[in-house]
């Protein structure tokens, strides 16, 4: 096992080896879902008036019970004027509050009388009450965003309500995703008793389109040398990351290890301590090309993608938030003394809140049928014995 480099050595050479795919300005229409990639700043005071909460009279907070309407204030209009104790101006949700007021009492505590409310008997209203002060969520000038955050709805709102009607986000890399094994046929059309359908394309796929790589191209090569260099050569003349499936163990048929050195591709390692998945491969093209290659068997695959390619990327685009969490193992998990484990698991919360999962182990690295009915996969530190019930690992979501 000398030579296999540990899980934490792997995600540091790869970290240590993937760079910036540089920005991307784009309409903010577009950029949801994007890694944002500049400082956002508020353009204005927010609220940049004091304003209104609730439908109502603003007034002026004094003694006075009974008040004359000398008008309306409503959103979207220039601000009015009070011009005496005994006056209010009708006013809507969303306005301005009018000049020489500094409460707002809501219609449903107003008895009218033609042109003239009174306060509710018993009601006594608050200074300022009903009033979003000026200012009171952010200044000018004050940081909103940090780069880095995913843009979900609320970001999208702060950019739109401070003007950024374009915004510089990660540039999303291409990413070819190469299949490789003369066993392999399309998705559609016929399959013969010695065949499989090319799934693990789409699970590989599936895991980057989530998480907003969707800049994806896939394509296949057969169990021959000649062909995996020419489709290799090919996937490297346009790409900025490769992910092969397949073909990177030490089995005759096992060529694309000695497909990439012949192409000049600098290997960084080869095979982690870890089940599944050890025989994954990075490296580095003469172009700067980062190249993962992951075993064919589906289970393998897929969790090596997860728990190195898509945070590798993430973190590359300037993404700050980590995926990974600590759960809860709810049944005992047997290790294994020199390999660190990766097993499947079911999402839940306790009565108490806390997260916990249940394992749902493959009975080989090939059993993907089950997979679905996953939440993602818990990761284990190579040991003796067992993880017991209780323990806290870190989880892995597909």
């Known amino acids: 096992m000398a030579e296999l480099s540990s899980v934490a050595q792997a995600e540091t050479m790869i970290r240590q080896n993937v760079c910036d795919f540089g920005v991307d300005k784009m309409l903010l229409g577009q ?3 994007r890694i944002l990639r500049q400082r956002v700043m508020a353009e204005r005071d927010q609220p940049p008036y004091d304003r209104v909460m609730m439908d109502g009279i603003a007034i002026r907070h004094g003694d006075v019970r009974s008040f004359h309407i000398h008008g309306t204030q409503r959103a979207g209009a220039p601000v009015g004027r009070l011009v005496a104790d005994d006056a209010c101006l009708n006013v809507t949700t969303g306005a301005i509050l009018p000049e020489g007021s500094d409460t707002v009492v809501p219609i449903e505590r107003l008895i009218q009388q033609n042109d003239q409310f009174s306060l509710e008997p018993g009601y006594t209203p608050e200074a300022g009450q009903f009033v979003h002060a000026r ?7 004050d940081v ?23 915004v510089e986000v990660a540039r999303s890399p291409s990413i070819g995703i190469l299949s490789t094994g003369d066993e392999l046929v ?26 907003g790589l969707t800049d994806i191209h896939i394509d296949w090569a057969g169990d021959d040398l000649d062909d995996t260099i020419r489709a290799l050569e090919k996937a490297l003349s346009v790409h900025d990351v490769l992910i092969l499936s397949g073909g990177v163990s030490m089995g005759s048929f096992d060529y ?34 980062r190249i993962f290659a992951l075993p ?14 898509v945070p590798s ?41 806390r997260a916990c999962v249940s394992p749902q182990p493959a009975s080989t690295s090939g059993d993907f049928s089950h997979l679905a009915t996953t939440d993602g996969f818990v990761e284990l530190p190579p040991g003796e014995g067992s993880a017991s019930v209780g323990t806290a690992a870190v989880f892995h979501g597909w």
Not at 262 to 284: D, N
């Open 313 to 353: 990327l993430l973190t590359a685009m300037g993404a700050r938030t980590p995926e990974r969490f600590t759960v809860m193992l709810d049944a005992a998990i047997p290790l294994i003394p020199t390999l660190a484990r990766f097993v499947p698991v079911r999402l839940r919360h306790d009565a108490q809140g």
């Open 186 to 211: 399309p998705v559609e059309g016929p399959v013969q008793e010695w065949e499989i359908r090319r799934s693990n394309e789409q699970a590989l796929a599936g895991a980057l389109r989530t998480r």
């Open 31 to 33: 950029a949801s879902g």
């Open 144 to 166: 909103l965003l940090e780069p880095g955050i995913r843009l979900n709805a609320p970001a999208l709102a702060v950019l739109a309500a401070n003007g950024y009607a374009r």
């Open 256 to 289: 694309v290890p000695r497909a990439l050195e012949r192409l000049g591709v600098e290997r960084i390692f080869h095979k982690i301590a870890q089940r599944p998945g050890k025989p994954m491969w990075f490296g580095i093209g003469r172009q700067g090309q």
């Open 296 to 309: 064919g068997n589906p289970v393998s695959a897929l969790t090596c993608c997860v728990r190195y390619v």
């Open 135 to 141: 200012a009171s969520d952010c200044r000018t000038g």
